[in-house]
């Protein structure tokens, strides 16, 4: 059974406007969530993270949304760019230092110009 | 510069052969992990390290194998009991002490069994 999950496998957007994606979870125990972005055929590199005890996390064009009643975090960009277009992993992870994250399916973004 | 490298980048190997994928940290992390994915799936976890010397199993285990005898390699073998070894499989690594649990991920390695 999925503990993370990305309902949407893909998601087109027009440079300049906003990106959404989506993320839910069902482990209520997860403290600490992260986005990874991928290029194929390259390794995850870290975007941004955001720790339970808060709503929102922002790191210039990215910002995070975390509502733990409905267990959702979002990832927002704005603007997007053409560069932004690659695979968004949604990651969880649960509790002390050295565990492993679980990963969800991944979205793959495309902006277009 | 600091940073995790896997070789080969990409790897061919025979059916029935057993082979084995390095993974190597100048970070001096302390959390050492291997993950593979495939089309449509997102990283499933093969095997973590925490510290010199002891690993754990993770998801989906069966067929591979580790050892952690450095602080700074991981190396993974992929036996001939995994069943469907063909995917990409990537590493990563943790400090134990950061602030937060980002893992940083080296460039992977595309396995294919012929």
């Known amino acids: 059974d999925q503990q993370v999950k990305q309902n949407s496998p893909s998601l087109s957007v027009q440079e300049g406007r906003i990106s959404i994606l989506n993320c839910d979870y069902t482990?209520?125990?997860?403290?600490?969530f992260l986005w990874y972005k991928k290029y194929p055929a390259e390794g995850p590199t870290f975007l941004i993270s955001?720790?339970?005890?808060?709503d929102k996390n922002e790191d210039g064009r990215f910002t995070v949304f975390l509502n733990k009643s409905a267990k959702h975090l979002s990832l927002h960009i704005v603007p997007s760019q053409p560069g932004d277009s690659a695979v968004y992993f949604c990651?969880?992870?649960?509790?002390?230092?050295?565990?492993?994250?679980?990963f969800g399916k991944g979205t793959t973004l495309s902006v277009s110009s | 510069d600091g940073g995790i490298t896997q070789s080969p980048k990409y790897l061919f190997r025979k059916e029935g052969q057993n082979v084995t994928l390095s993974c190597e940290q100048n970070?001096?992390?302390?959390?050492m992990y291997w993950y593979r994915q495939d089309p449509g799936q997102g990283l499933r976890l093969i095997y973590y390290s925490q510290i010199v010397n002891d690993f754990q199993k993770g998801d989906i285990a069966e067929g591979y194998s580790v050892s952690r005898e450095k602080k700074e390699s991981f190396p993974l073998t992929v036996t001939s009991a995994q069943k469907n070894p063909t995917a990409f499989y990537l590493c990563a690594s943790r400090y134990a002490g950061g602030r937060g649990n980002e893992q940083f991920f080296g460039p992977g390695t595309r396995l294919t069994v012929l």
């Open positions: 482990n209520s125990m997860f403290d600490y």
């Open positions: 990651a969880a992870n649960q509790g002390q230092a050295g565990t492993a994250l679980i």
């Open positions: 955001i720790s339970s005890i808060k």
């Open positions: 970070l001096n992390h302390d959390a």
